[in-house]
């Protein structure tokens, strides 16, 4: 099962452009990455998930370099309400013994 | 709106009670999964199921049961609560045409403490 590596936390401020990257250096031919945000006292939300290149969607993009081995989720004009954490996810349910693992996610801060 | 829903909020209970922390959703969804969450160690995956009365063990099934009669129902069982199954347990559902942790969608999570 392919592991991801995530930044423990970032910074920013307000109207910035954020760009969290996660390594996963074995990922597998049938896995797909995918983001999710997770607020205090909630459960994680589905942000974005892509295979190769770029995928943009309204909240955020997600870059994927050709060899896949790592992925950025970027966002655009941050605001105090993207203080969240974020999760790097690698995996494919196309298998019932398939897992989708999640990583201990990046903390992201925003700042006024 | 689609929802999970986990029919507890906030529960405490003793050392080596039987615990049961109950989830349901109304997506008609295929797949239903239960984490938990502890500070540092992000979401760990405790056991899951691709249809009814079928399980899988994830990560840390150990101490843990689970059962599902019904596609909308996923039940976690503590079957004699402990102290270090003091944590957030989350439960999350996904259409079965999903791919590799697209469009998982979470309840609000209980936080279970154990005495």
Redesign the interface.
């Known amino acids: 099962l392919a592991k991801t590596t995530q930044p423990i936390s970032m910074d920013s401020y307000e109207g910035q452009e954020v760009n969290i990257t996660c390594s996963h250096n074995n990922i597998a031919t049938n896995?797909?990455?995918?983001w999710?945000q997770q607020f205090p006292?909630?459960?994680?939300?589905?942000i974005i998930?892509g295979y190769k290149t770029k995928v943009t969607n309204e909240v955020a993009s997600l870059f994927i370099p050709a060899d896949r081995k790592s992925s950025t989720l970027s966002l655009p004009r941050v605001s105090l309400s993207d203080t969240a954490v974020y999760?790097c996810?690698?995996?494919?349910?196309?298998s019932?013994?398939s897992?989708?693992?999640?990583?201990?996610?990046t903390r992201l801060s925003i700042r006024p | 709106d689609v929802k999970v829903t986990q029919s507890s909020r906030y529960l405490v209970k003793r050392t080596g009670e039987k615990v049961f922390l109950e989830c349901v959703q109304d997506m008609d969804h295929e797949n239903m999964f239960w984490y938990r969450q502890d500070p540092g160690l992000g979401l760990r995956l405790i056991y899951f199921s691709y249809d009814v009365k079928m399980k899988e063990k994830g990560d840390i099934p150990e101490g843990y049961s689970v059962s599902r009669e019904k596609k909308e129902r996923f039940s976690l069982i503590l079957e004699s609560a402990s102290t270090n199954q003091t944590s957030m347990y989350l439960c999350a559902s996904s259409n079965g045409l999903a791919t590799g942790g697209y469009g998982y969608t979470f309840g609000s999570g209980t936080r279970l403490t154990v005495v």
């Open positions: 896995d797909y990455i995918t999710y006292s909630q459960g994680p939300r589905f998930q999760y996810l690698v995996g494919d349910m196309g019932s013994a897992k989708i693992i999640f990583g201990s996610g």
